[in-house]
């Protein structure tokens, strides 16, 4: 169980863009598999800030912040277990954090976003496509990346049998230019 996502900031073409990721509109999902069966456990409390200028894409800034004990497990009971130390150790670090420090453009409004994803005070470098649609109401990031949750610290080891380490996260972020 973990995770965390990772976010960029593009905005539609020709237009410089700072904004703020509105949670009301966006998702944070995790998805892994426990015991053959997948869950699917959205992060309820997350912000983040986008900032983009389509004279210099490869300058842009990304920054999301999560609030990991708003992982929602469906019951009450599995999410506090979550905060506990083996787990997120929430009282200890309340929030996973993404810090893009490098944006390649692709083909179309693809963008590969390369940065640090810090959990549970561990760190990795990833790099997540990104697809961008722009809209009346801000420019929406779409995309996915894998993540080991024992890479982070995450997981009592009593769970190794019946929950994968394999998580994927996905999100879909919606960021207002300024």
Same mark, same amino acid.
């Given at each position: 169980?973990?995770?965390?996502?990772?976010?960029?900031?593009?905005? /539609?073409?020709?237009?410089?863009?700072?904004?703020? $990721?509105?949670? /009301?509109?966006?998702?944070?999902?995790?998805?892994?598999?426990?015991?053959?069966? /997948?869950?699917?456990?959205?992060?309820?409390?997350?912000?983040?800030?986008?900032?983009?200028?389509?004279? +210099?894409?490869?300058?842009?800034?990304?920054?999301?912040?999560? &609030?990991?004990?708003?992982? %929602?497990?469906? %019951? /009450? %009971?599995?999410?506090?277990?979550?905060? =506990?130390?083996?787990?997120?150790?929430?009282? @200890?670090?309340?929030?996973? !954090?993404?810090?893009?420090?490098?944006? =390649?453009?692709?083909?179309?409004?693809?963008?590969?976003?390369?940065?640090?994803?810090?959990? =549970?005070?561990?760190?990795?470098?990833?790099? $997540?496509?990104?697809?961008?649609?722009?809209?009346?109401?801000?420019?929406?990031?779409?995309?996915?990346?894998?993540?080991?949750? +024992?890479?982070?610290?995450?997981?009592?080891?009593?769970? &190794?049998?019946?929950? %994968? &380490? +394999?998580? @994927?996260?996905?999100?879909?972020?919606? !960021? !207002?230019?300024?």
């Amino acid at each position: 169980m973990c995770c965390v996502l990772a976010s960029a900031g593009l905005a /539609a073409d020709g237009m410089a863009a700072d904004g703020a $990721v509105n949670p /009301a509109a966006s998702s944070i999902v995790a998805t892994f598999m426990q015991q053959h069966a /997948a869950v699917e456990a959205p992060f309820r409390n997350f912000s983040g800030t986008i900032s983009y200028s389509a004279a +210099r894409p490869q300058d842009t800034t990304a920054t999301l912040l999560v &609030d990991v004990a708003s992982l %929602d497990l469906g %019951d /009450a %009971d599995a999410s506090a277990e979550l905060r =506990k130390p083996a787990w997120f150790d929430s009282a @200890r670090y309340p929030q996973a !954090a993404f810090h893009s420090s490098a944006v =390649k453009p692709g083909a179309g409004r693809q963008f590969d976003v390369t940065g640090t994803l810090t959990i =549970k005070g561990h760190s990795q470098v990833i790099t $997540v496509a990104i697809t961008l649609q722009p809209g009346a109401g801000g420019n929406a990031f779409d995309g996915s990346f894998e993540l080991s949750r +024992r890479a982070f610290g995450i997981g009592d080891p009593t769970w &190794d049998s019946v929950l %994968d &380490d +394999r998580v @994927r996260v996905r999100f879909h972020l919606l !960021a !207002a230019g300024a």
